[in-house]
């Protein structure tokens, strides 16, 4: 995608495409799967394909509220037709005899005979209850036909489908009650920092609240992962292999915040060289230029790890670019390529050297084409504006945003599926 390519970025960096591709290459879905009921299986994965029981619809049956009658009748008829049945929804109807009509409504069956519906608002009852009809009637005419939809065996939702409403609605219209979802994937959250406490304790000078705990684990919670918290880890190669080691043997996917650059503090580099394999480290993305993608070696082929920037918004960006589609493809699910469309930038911005800058906006509507505002300060920290933000405005490397130029636009609601 050329919006995420760049060719005059930092040397050793990868493009976010890159990584995202680098990223799905090596995911490997779960395979265990477990039997869920419907009502609580929103937002699992399907294991096996799901095809059709019934056809859809089950059976001929009005579109509208009105009379089904044999169009050949209205010629043969011209003093009305009786009106001799009476057909709701949820009744079986006898078939209708020649040269009379049904009131029917939504829904009902049609009777054995009648071709066609004519609506109400067409028609016109007389003094001896004989049936007109007003205007033009087509054969066919508002008969929702048996399988129309889909035919019995027609594949309707396919393994990897995740179960959002209208699958969940579809599997209902099939009279499914439970279906093969697969087992939540397991993922180990640990937070690094030697500054960092949690709220609700003191802070003491010095030190910090920890927002990745909570803003990640409802980020996996949020895609249906379990989520297996590993608390605070202080920033010593000893304590960052402890807390590695107890991640890796008890999670499909370990994510570990902080500590990601080249700085004396940052462990987890090293850790995870002594521990497994550095897959790759470095994308051409700001914020998050130190996102880490490697693996723990263990039983089964090892555990991969994502090690995301420590700074809250750079974080929260290579969660939602690379960090959830790597999840997603783990848990039997088909990533979709990001959503992007161009946008008018409304404010003027320094050129991002090296990088693709990902700026948190808004979209102001409020004249003829929709213009993206910063929807705040843009520090890689800032969470108050990534709160306001609707979407991202990605910048191509080493050029200046200019006021009333096109860039892509990133909607931030296509992370929330
Ligand atoms: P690091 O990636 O460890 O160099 O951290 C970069 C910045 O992010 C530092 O200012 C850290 O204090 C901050 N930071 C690291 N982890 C967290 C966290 N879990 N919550 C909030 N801020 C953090
Ligand atoms: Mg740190």
Sequence with gaps: ?????????????????????????????????????????????????????????????????GYALRLVDLDTHSDGLPVIQRIPAGCAPPPLPEGSCARIFTGAPIPAGADCVVPQECCHIDDQGRMHVQGEVLAGANIRRHGEEYL??????????????????????????????????????????????????????????????????ALLQQQGCTVVDLGIVADTPAALRGALCQARDSADVVICTGGVSVGEEDHTRPVLTELGELIFHGVAMKPGKPFTFGRLHGADGGVPLLGMPGNPVASLVTWQLLGQPFVQACQGRYPRPLQQFSVKAGFRHRAPHGRHELLRV?????????????????GSAMLSAACQANGYLMIPCDMPVMEGNDYAFLPVTQFAI
């Design 1 to 65: 995608m050329s919006c995420v390519s760049c060719a005059t970025s930092i040397p050793g960096l990868l493009d976010i495409e890159e990584a995202r591709q680098r990223l799905l290459a090596s995911a490997r879905s779960l395979t265990a799967s477990e039997t869920c009921r419907l009502d609580v299986a929103s937002g699992r994965i399907l294991a096996s394909p799901i095809h059709a029981r019934l056809a859809m619809p089950g059976t001929d049956n009005s579109a509208m509220d």
């Design 362 to 378: 808004v979209l102001d509507h409020a004249e003829l084409e929709p213009v993206a505002r910063l929807a705040g300060g843009q």
């Design 152 to 217: 019995e065996g027609t594949t309707l939702l396919s393994t990897g489908q995740r179960l959002d409403a209208p699958a969940l609605g579809l599997l209902a219209s099939q009279g499914i009650v439970e279906v093969e979802v697969f087992v939540r994937l397991k993922v180990a959250l640990v937070s690094t920092g030697n500054e960092l406490v949690e709220p609700g304790a003191h802070l003491a000078a010095g030190q910090l609240y920890n927002s990745n705990r909570i803003m990640l684990g």
